[in-house]
């Protein structure tokens, strides 16, 4: 019996158990649906929509290879997979999990029209290490706090990855109406030219994502320590938009870094700090889980009496923030990684910190500012982990930088591009700085202070 496999933020056929399950049981369709309008899901951003398009395309030369049609369709997702499991007469249609609470709404509406067309509906953990309901504290809540969470899933099993499936005889879906191109799926923007930079740095892909993995196994992983916080090196895994959009399995890294610990001493240490900043993901989708107005509203609500500052009621602040949008507030290492996130969608983890403080605390511009930005310029925006450390940055998350701490974007620069290569590189024209370091640090603290009188 025909079975559906419904692919989403999972863009890979090895360690994928919904596909597994879904090709043990009879032959498999697979189907991607662009939802872009169904209640409280955030449509996606421009950066992102040009990484999902190339790695649709790479995904759907995987799967002919396995013998696997992949149809596309736009709209309410989970009204057009009742109907195409209707069409098509399939008998079930499986799916690995998804956290967010508008897609866990459209996952449970399609599961009970699915039931109540007879056919069967069935959810499998693909996405994170564990589900957020396996992994709680004593109290039987979420984590708030990452090191006993980090702690926590040391001690747990974690399944190992499965391996890539066989594939099927060639089982064609050209009897399914109304199929799309990947082009009516319009991911790609009409005009805008910075994509060529997107294209230069990228290819979007299982393939491509494996290789790279194979690389941070052989030398990336083992200098990790020294150089992880070193945006001009090439020194930290750049999985993050691989693992965003799944073409790169969690367990699969999780898996093959504690391997490379154990087989060899020298890369240890690397491999072992690297896991645990893969676990920051599921820390932050974990939170996502149990705090679903994450994105929305301050975890420490005390934040919410904060003064915070918006373009739309400043002219002065609105041109500030062009300017650290345009990577010109005269920072270098703020504007190098402002220039490296439009022309690669990406920037290193260190300055996407110093370049968001400068924002949020020397500025006191809202964090859902620097949020949006970066939600619709990142290839890895990911609502969990931007949203979390966007609050992370700004004091207001769960597990929060005090808020005194005031990154001094100078010193940064000093401590992590030494010889300023980073910065020639990506801002070679110094700009005039917009603020004041010194007194703009002493009015975020002053702020703060006359936030805490409010309380
Ligand atoms: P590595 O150092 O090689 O780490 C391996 C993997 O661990 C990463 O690929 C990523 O999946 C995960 N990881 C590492 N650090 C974090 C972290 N702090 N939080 C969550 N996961 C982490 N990451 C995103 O994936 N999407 C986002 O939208 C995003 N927005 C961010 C916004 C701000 C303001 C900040 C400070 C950080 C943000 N991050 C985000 C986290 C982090 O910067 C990136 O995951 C990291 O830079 C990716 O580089 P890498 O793959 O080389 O990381």
Known sequence: PLQLMWFRDDLRTADNPALSSALAAGPVIAVFILDQQSPGIRPLGGAAKWWLHHGLKSLRAALEDLGIPLVLRKGPADSIM????????AQAVHWNRRYGQPERAVDTRAKTALRGLGREARSYPGTLLHEPWELLTKKGTGYKVFTPFYNALGDSAIRPPLPAPLGQDTFSAAGIPNGLELE??????????????????WEPGEAPARHRLENVLESIAQDYPEHHDRPDLDGTSALSPALRWGHLGAHEMWDALGRLAAENPKAGAGATAMRRQLAWRDFCWHLYYHHPQLPDRNLRTDFDHFDWVWPEQDQQVASYVQLWQKGRTGFGLVDAGMQQLWQTGWMHNRVRMVAASLLVKNLQVHWKVGERWFWDTLVDADIASNTANWQWVAGSGADAAPYFRVFNPELQAKKFDPQGSYVSQFAPLAAQPIVDLKQSRLDALDAYDQMKLRL
Do not use: F, K
């Open 82 to 89: 009742t109907e195409l499991a209707r069409q098509t007469n």
């Open 184 to 201: 009516d799926l319009e991911l790609l923007p009409a005009t805008a030219q910075w994509t060529a930079g997107l294209a230069a740095q």
